[in-house]
């Protein structure tokens, strides 16, 4: 038979799938002799039975009930509607993950138009008993029986007015009193019944409305933006009453055992004298700093420093405590790791080792990996940003950060008012190559179209800039330069402020803070580098992306993008001269001088890198991407090639593709035009040699992408092999180097075992394989994977976290039949999945070597390296 109910004396820490957190934890405070008032907990299990059985407390838990209460009065001494000893009980829920959103507390429960008088006459303070009954009425019908606060409120607030009364503690008991008729008033006008007078009907009912509240809108919402699983539930806490409003020598508080913003290991926290819990919350009252206690009552002080300091050491992190005083007697309520900012994550988690408290291990399990993030980019100031206008809450947070600029609508205008000193932000429908240097100008990206993986994200988050995606309350006119959003319209030139992070839009510039890297971020990085059992490379081909890269502890380049490389001004009229060409004579020409500029770039890269590895991939996209779209383009380039605009348009259309994903592009593109990627081995290579005779060894490894076949690979590494091979004997020099290939289709995935067999590495291209295995367009996708994932078709967007039934089943395979055939196969993963903890987690069990990512990534794929490390390590597969 299923138990449904545990008494907090029969719980413990261990069990908060059961428990959740917060009934998990009491049961552990008064497990370790803490001064916890008494209670049960109703478990997750029973939510869940509720949400999938009509919503009815079933005969088993009331019957379990039942029986519960008859102990839980047995050992208090106390019982609903007693005479004398009477028993009141608070009701809160509790996730096993800390979930605002859901139920807020009800405190009170049992009192009743008999009771509050039983209250009155036992505490001798008919004021107190009727606050108390105020409170309860209030709670429960905002709770229960979901009656606006504002009801409540208006009229309380009114009554304070009317008499003039400044605080709450001003009104006597005669005025309480007429207060809680009013609000039973309110029950049958709202709610269109009375006010239940039978304690057991007030928990019962109390009960059903946690339950309920794991299924409301906001908590889902919270639930979705933090990957919570929507099947886990919440547990229902029910625990003795302790008064913090019975007197001036009774309190309530919260503190926090260090300082949740800077770290410093000095309790934090403040308190109200005789008030109760939603009073701190509620801001009515002025709290008193948790000091000012050591002054009032200095022995209730000196024992929470000791509580605070045993649940420290016995949690071994930052507790955030919640606490009672009723006539000096001291109380807690709850406890749990506090929540911290950034900064202080990384400070607490130093020196608790250092401290000798935990270990390195253990210290990079408490720094949540989103937190790194915030570090490496600017935030906006709070407060700033709690007075700042609105204009968008609709963005993906493509790439994090926080900038403001004077919005401008092109490529060309953006560099054109960067080179002025303009800080920019570029608004387009979405974002293509041939943007890429407005990107560069730009302090923020912000697009209508495309998800977490479209262009401008990827792009953006390269380069550490700040990006917004699929805007889609947002309509981004760039022929008229408008930008039409629900409360009115932008123009060029008008500041915006643009958060990456939240993909939150602001009128106006709004103040930011600056990202500070301390000397406990980089001792902290450094454990997470020492525990990693994965490398983490990054994805770069700028000097200033690399330089970063290698300063945040990448181990190498796992892609180097060329196509990136082609979209300058005089480069991007090169490849329209070789993809125009009516003869080989005619593209080798072109080639030869896009072969100068790459070698310019190759040796660059290849110098930052020195002997770490750094993969080259061969280009990759589609001819027709470098081509121009609009008229005003394409007469601009009919004019540098000296061709009629007709003849250029006629080429645009021969290249034209109904689905470039699965057209003309990768090794496809050289299968057809060889000389196309003999030039690039070329530069990589010739660039290689140029160092070595400056005495720089360097470790080029080349890859060829969107290889399905066998024959595609061996053809086209015979004629790089072919190419190396002519470049040393010229040059009388030795290159160390690799050839490798992407895998990026099923196919490729399912012949790894022949694959192994002749190339030197594999990089497992993840936005690709994504796509090819769902049938989704990475760029599309964002029009209906919300309401997949909303209507649970799918438990994540794919595309941002590892499908490991699908995607990461086929690398899964792919890994296993690849290791048996060639056990020394270098094998890595440089999609956008190797920057997310999640998908790092997967990767870190099988035989995958490195992880890729972009620049500003890799502290957090680091951490996520080493918490997967920590968690279970690696499972041969």
């Not at 609000?183 to 239940?196: G, I, Q, R, S, W």
């Not at 000012?292 to 955030?320: A, G, I, N, R």
Request: net charge negative; charged share 25%.
């Amino acid at each position: 038979m299923t138990q449904y109910i545990y008494a907090f004396d029969e719980g413990q820490k261990s069990m908060k799938d059961l428990l959740g957190g917060k009934g998990a934890n009491l049961a552990e405070m008064k497990r370790i002799g803490l001064p916890v008032p008494d209670g049960f907990t109703i478990t997750t299990e029973a939510c869940i039975e509720y949400l999938q059985h009509g919503s009815k407390l079933s005969a088993e838990l009331l019957s379990e009930l039942d029986n519960q209460l008859s102990a839980f009065s047995k050992r208090t001494y106390k019982s609903f509607s007693a005479d004398s000893d009477l028993l009141l009980v608070s009701v809160r829920s509790g996730a096993k993950i800390s979930m605002p959103g859901m139920m807020d507390t009800i405190l009170n429960l049992g009192l009743n138009d008999e009771n509050v008088l039983t209250l009155a006459r036992k505490t001798d303070d008919a004021r107190f008993a009727y606050d108390c009954y105020r409170r309860l009425l209030q709670m429960f019908g905002e709770v229960v029986y979901d009656i606006p606060m504002a009801s409540f409120d208006t009229y309380f607030e009114q009554y304070k007015a009317q008499h003039g009364y400044q605080n709450d503690a001003d009104i006597p008991a005669e005025g309480l009193q007429e207060i809680c008729d009013y609000y039973k008033d309110v029950y049958l006008d709202e709610a269109n019944k009375p006010f239940p007078q039978e304690p057991t009907q007030q928990l019962t009912e109390a009960i059903e409305a946690v339950f309920k509240s794991w299924d409301n809108h906001r908590a889902r919402v919270y639930r979705n933006l933090n990957d919570i699983p929507h099947d886990i539930g919440t547990a229902v806490n029910i625990q003795e009453m302790v008064f913090g409003n019975s007197g001036a020598r009774s309190g309530t508080g919260v503190a926090f055992t260090r300082n949740p913003v800077t770290g410093e290991a000095k309790l934090f926290g403040e308190y109200l004298l005789n008030a109760q819990g939603e009073d701190v919350v509620a801001g009515i009252r002025t709290p008193l700093d948790i000091n000012v206690l050591k002054e009032q009552m200095p022995e209730v002080h000196q024992q929470f420093v000791e509580v605070s300091q045993k649940l420290e050491t016995h949690y071994k992190d930052m507790q955030d405590i919640e606490f009672t005083i009723e006539n000096e007697q001291l109380y807690i309520l709850q406890t749990r790791n506090g929540k911290r900012t950034a900064n202080a994550a990384i400070h607490i988690a130093v020196d608790l080792v250092n401290e000798g408290v935990i270990s390195k291990e253990t210290a990079v399990q408490n720094v949540d990996v989103k937190s790194i993030d915030q570090l490496l980019h600017p935030n906006f100031d709070e407060v700033a940003l709690a007075e700042a206008t609105v204009i968008s809450k609709s963005g993906l947070p493509a790439s994090p950060g926080a900038s403001s600029g004077k919005i401008v609508f092109s490529a060309e205008e953006a560099k054109i008012q960067a080179e002025i000193g303009e800080k920019v932000i570029l608004m387009r429908p979405e974002t293509s190559p041939e943007d890429i240097e407005g990107m560069v100008a730009s302090e923020a990206i912000v697009t209508t179209h495309g998800g977490m993986t479209s262009h401008a994200a990827v792009v953006a988050r390269g380069m550490g800039k700040c990006c917004v995606t699929g805007c889609a309350e947002l309509e981004i006119n760039i022929k008229d330069k408008v930008v039409s959003y629900p409360g009115g319209k932008l123009f060029e030139g008008d500041v915006v402020s643009v958060d990456g992070a939240k993909g939150d839009l602001y009128l106006g510039k709004v103040a930011t803070m600056k990202a500070e890297r301390s000397e406990a971020f980089n001792q902290f990085m450094q454990w997470s580098e020492e525990v990693a059992r994965l490398n983490v490379r990054m994805n770069a081909e700028t000097p200033q992306d690399i330089e970063v890269g290698y300063q945040f502890g990448a181990t190498g380049i796992g892609l180097v993008r060329t196509e990136h490389m082609f979209f300058g001004p005089e480069r991007l009229v090169e490849m329209r001269r070789f993809i125009l060409a009516d003869s080989q004579v005619s593209r080798i020409s072109a080639l030869n001088k896009i072969r100068d500029y790459q070698c310019e770039d190759f040796e660059h890269i290849l110098k930052l890198s020195g002997d770490r590895p750094t993969i080259i991939r061969l280009l990759d996209p589609p001819l027709h991407e470098f081509l121009p779209h609009s008229q005003e383009e394409k007469v601009n380039v009919a004019n540098q090639l000296d061709v009629t605009v007709p003849v250029l348009e006629q080429y645009i259309g021969q290249l034209e593709e109904v689905n470039p994903m699965l057209g003309h592009r990768g090794c496809r593109l050289a299968i057809t035009y060889p000389e196309l990627y003999v030039m690039q081995v070329e530069a990589i290579i010739g660039s290689a040699i140029k160092l070595k005779q400056q005495g720089v060894d360097t470790k080029p490894e080349i890859m060829i992408p969107l290889v399905s076949t066998v024959a595609e690979f061996e053809i086209l590494k015979q004629q790089i092999i072919e190419c190396i091979d002519r470049l040393q004997n010229e040059a009388d020099v030795s290159i160390p180097y690799l050839i490798g290939t992407m895998i990026e289709t099923p196919r490729a995935c399912l012949i790894a075992d022949q694959l192994a067999k002749t190339c030197d590495f594999f990089s497992f291209g993840t936005n690709d394989l994504t796509q090819l295995t769902y049938g989704f367009s990475r760029d599309d996708a964002g029009k209906f994977i919300n309401q997949y994932t909303e209507q649970g078709i799918l438990e994540i967007d794919p595309f941002q976290t590892i499908d490991i039934d699908g995607v990461g089943a086929l690398i899964k395979l792919a890994v296993q039949q690849a290791k048996e055939v060639n056990p020394q196969l270098k094998i890595g993963v440089c999609g956008e999945l190797g920057g997310d903890s999640k998908s790092i987690a997967y990767f870190n069990q099988l035989s995958i070597d490195y992880v890729s990512c972009s620049p500003f990534r890799v502290p957090g794929a680091l951490l996520s390296t080493a918490q997967s490390e920590v968690e279970g390590g690696r499972i041969n597969v």
